[in-house]
């Protein structure tokens, strides 16, 4: 059952960008919405899903830089960070959002409507929105 969609795009930016913020706008909806109730997110985003469940806290953990594999040398800041810094604030507003890969392209059909609305967005080139 779908309870709502959006779709958009964001301006000079990666797929992965736009696939983490298609997770953060579903937590801004949930958030706004339903807060109190357990929600699962699902993205066929590996990009997405891990950044939220594995990368998240060790990025935060290092001031949004990625970790040096020498110690010495100078940390980069992460890719695509203002997103994530947002998406770390909405999970931090509500511990009860899951987020969980899916197969893409496998008729699953919420991931087929996702995408649908990918193309509608990419087709209209809807003109994103500040994150921040």
């Not at 987020?99 to 919420?110: D, F, L, T």
Request: hydrophobic share 45%; net charge positive.
């Amino acid at each position: 059952m779908e309870i709502a969609c959006d779709f958009g795009a964001v301006a000079n930016s990666s797929n992965n960008a736009t696939e983490a913020v298609a997770v953060l706008q579903a937590m801004r909806w949930i958030n706004a919405n339903i807060a109190v109730e357990p929600a699962v997110i699902w993205s066929d985003s590996v990009y997405a899903v891990t950044g939220c469940n594995y990368w998240l806290p060790i990025w935060k953990a290092n001031g949004w830089k990625k970790p040096a594999p020498n110690p010495n040398l100078r940390r980069r800041t992460i890719a695509n960070d203002v997103i994530w810094k947002e998406i770390h604030g909405e999970l931090s507003r509500n511990p009860l959002i899951s987020i969980v890969w899916c197969k893409g392209h496998s008729g699953i059909p919420g991931n087929e409507r996702a995408d649908a609305l990918a193309d509608e967005g990419r087709r209209f080139r809807v003109p994103g929105t500040a994150v921040a």
